[in-house]
């Protein structure tokens, strides 16, 4: 029996929907995707990329694009925010490459996006339309239909909803509320290395872990930049869905109590730092939540979560090699492909929300949870930060 070749709309063209079209297009679908801004600004600042991940650009053909773009550090250090002490050590680099078959990667998310884009322009049978929002879908036994910005009526056969964090598609298949917001504010910032003065730059990933706050830094663009995320408890401000609200040095810091000097250092030395408030939905309790019938949710439309394991993007790649597989599984209809994606996925982006959520209130402790937390690293050192169940996944 031949693989299928089925017409597909996504919608939304973050790094779920990007992925997911690629990756259809890729196995011979026919795949239109419509993203509802009208050109894409370089927004936002860094991503972390497991091994998980990477496997999945790996095998969309963009091993040599990720290698050009990314940086790919040595270790993950933990630090402890209030006097710098080295708490943990997880060899990355050659490492998690010999490990897990595919490297541990930091890069802008920009230089992610554009790397799946370009992918995508360079495939024949997709087509992306940009500042095309898509407000709603009807779906019935034939055919999921749909009106485009201009007033044009689609039909296709299958969906991906892949319109992020504040999905309008979400809500009609699931009637659904909307995100939680989760009491936490991150403030990002991304600056050439040679901008700051040489203690503060980093080839690492680091993670500093301080009382009701941590920080997270790492090299991007080969390592010539560096990322700095800083997460506080805090209700934020702004429109929810702005990536993008200039905060100032002194905001930052304020949040980190006793913070050692160089954590406050960076945050002076940093500029063009930008608050997002942290939103995110209770872990997937079933497959129904990952779609229904033709309609697929793919990504943070289906799982938003805590970047607190740093497998949001890493999440929505895995889904969009899932959903193409079963899309292309041949003797599979529609509605039974859509169906094993979500039985395929719940579970994993269900663990992955939970772990999350568990590592915030461990990196945020103090007290004795602190020092169980800080005794545990030094004693198990990679042993607890290595997550084979994680990064091992697709190998
Ligand atoms: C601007 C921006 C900056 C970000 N910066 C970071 C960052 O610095 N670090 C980090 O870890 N994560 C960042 N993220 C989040 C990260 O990209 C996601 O958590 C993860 O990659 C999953 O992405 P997604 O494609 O599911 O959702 P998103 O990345 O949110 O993408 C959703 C896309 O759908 C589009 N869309 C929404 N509704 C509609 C509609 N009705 N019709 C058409 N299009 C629609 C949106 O414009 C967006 O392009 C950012 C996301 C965005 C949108």
Not at 344 to 365: D, I, L, P, T
Request: hydrophobic letters at 45%.
């Amino acid at each position: 029996m031949s693989a299928p070749v089925r017409s597909i709309a996504v919608v939304g063209a973050g790094v779920a929907g990007l992925a997911t079209a690629l990756a259809c297009a890729r196995a011979g679908h026919r795949v239109q995707v419509f993203e509802q801004v009208g050109a894409f600004a370089p927004v936002g600042a860094g991503i972390q990329l497991g091994p998980n991940a990477t496997r999945v650009l790996h095998d969309l053909g963009l091993e040599p694009a990720l290698r050009a773009v990314a940086a790919f550090p040595a270790e993950l250090q933990v630090r402890s925010a209030t006097d710098a002490r080295l708490l943990g050590v997880l060899p990355l680099g050659e490492r998690a490459q010999a490990r897990y078959g595919a490297p541990y990667a930091t890069l802008a998310r920009a230089d992610l996006h554009h790397m799946l884009l370009t992918g995508l322009e360079a495939q024949t049978q997709a087509s992306l339309y940009v500042g095309c929002h898509i407000d709603s879908a009807q779906q019935d036994s034939g055919a999921v239909q749909f009106r485009t910005a201009d007033g044009m009526v689609r039909r296709v056969e299958c969906m991906a909803a892949a319109d992020g964090l504040w999905s309008k598609l979400r809500s009609q298949v699931l009637y659904d509320t909307p995100p939680d917001a989760t009491g936490h504010i991150a403030y990002r910032a991304l600056v050439q290395q040679a901008d700051l003065p040489e203690n503060l730059r980093s080839a690492v990933v680091t993670a500093w872990l301080g009382p009701n706050f941590h920080a997270v830094t790492y090299p991007v663009r080969g390592g010539a930049w560096l990322n700095a995320v800083v997460v506080e408890h805090g209700a934020g401000g702004g429109e929810p869905d702005n990536w993008s609200q200039p905060a100032s040095p002194d905001a930052v810091a304020a949040g980190m109590e006793g913070a050692a000097p160089v954590l406050r250092d960076l945050a002076q030395a940093m500029g063009g730092w930008q608050s997002w408030t942290l939103f995110d939905r209770p872990p997937l309790r079933s497959a129904a939540l990952m779609g229904a019938a033709r309609i697929a949710l793919v990504g943070d439309a289906a799982h938003p979560m805590r970047p607190y394991l740093a497998q949001g993007a890493g999440m929505a790649l895995e889904d969009s090699g899932c959903l193409a597989r079963e899309l292309s599984r041949p003797g599979l209809s529609v509605a039974q492909a859509v169906q094993a994606y979500a039985n395929a996925r719940w579970q994993r982006n269900a663990r992955v929300q939970k772990r999350a959520v568990r590592n915030g209130v461990w990196f945020h402790s103090s007290g004795v949870r602190a020092s169980v937390r800080d005794l545990g690293m030094r004693v198990l050192g990679a042993r607890v930060l290595d997550m084979p169940w994680l990064y091992g996944y697709g190998a």
